[in-house]
């Protein structure tokens, strides 16, 4: 089993609908990440935090708005999405700065979200 | 613009035998270059890493090639079996840097 979970693991929305993503971890690590991955597709990098602040954005549209409220965990808001943004949504955790994407990525297993 | 290229896009592997994955980058600048297993409805999981001061890297089955002049690496996966039934992708990124540069992906397919 991972070390860093995800709620909830399927998904499913109307356009009009405001929902939320959650990722926990305990491992320690202070910086904390969301990707987007399409069907055989890499994961897309959406957003970083680290030690709590936002670091990265990606330039996601503004439907997508993302929350850390403390070190563990990592939320990610939906709001308005559009049938194309169906996706697997991946969290992340590494150790924090001076080793960034250099220490190991510790990925969740992914919220499928299906927007209708 | 794609900072890593990986080929093949599949493969499919008789079990025992070897299986290989090749990449290429362009930023001299990245000095981290990790390997990434993702089995259906999983997220990645890191296989292997290696830094650019060698030249190889072996865990097991798995062994990691990097040759910094020709700016490649690869993945070798021998004695392949069933388990090892999944997409594979390359990244690349500098030490320091949050952003990871992911290859497009392999799927490979071990055959019993």
């Known amino acids: 089993d991972t070390e860093v979970t995800q709620t909830p693991k399927h998904l499913v929305m109307g356009m009009t609908n405001k929902k939320s993503l959650k990722c926990e971890q305990h491992?320690?690590?202070?910086?904390m990440y969301w990707y987007k991955q399409k069907a055989k597709k890499p994961p897309e990098l959406m957003f970083v935090?680290?030690?709590?602040?936002?670091?990265i954005n990606e330039s996601v549209p503004s439907r997508f708005s993302p929350e850390c409220p403390n070190s563990s965990l990592l939320n990610l808001h939906l709001h308005a999405l559009q049938p194309e943004d169906s996706a697997l949504y991946l969290c992340?955790?590494?150790?924090?700065?001076?080793?960034?994407?250099?220490?190991?990525?510790?990925f969740g297993n992914g919220t499928r979200l299906t927007v209708t | 613009q794609q900072q890593v290229k990986q080929s093949p896009q599949s493969l499919i592997v008789q079990k025992g035998g070897i299986s290989i994955i090749n990449c290429a980058y362009e930023n001299t600048a990245f000095d981290y270059f990790p390997w990434y297993q993702q089995f259906p409805g999983k997220g990645p999981a890191l296989l292997i890493a290696?830094?650019?001061?060698?030249s190889e890297k072996k865990e097991g089955r798995f062994t990691i090639s990097f040759n910094k002049s020709a700016k490649q690496f690869s993945l070798h996966i021998m004695d392949s079996q069933p388990g090892d039934s999944a997409t594979y992708f390359c990244a690349a990124s500098h030490l320091n840097d949050y952003k990871l540069s992911f290859g497009a992906g392999t799927t490979v397919t071990v055959r019993a």
């Open positions: 491992m320690g690590h202070r910086a």
């Open positions: 935090y680290s030690y709590e602040k936002l670091s």
């Open positions: 992340a955790s590494s150790q924090g700065p001076g080793q960034g994407a250099g220490s190991p990525l510790h």
């Open positions: 290696i830094r650019p001061d060698v």
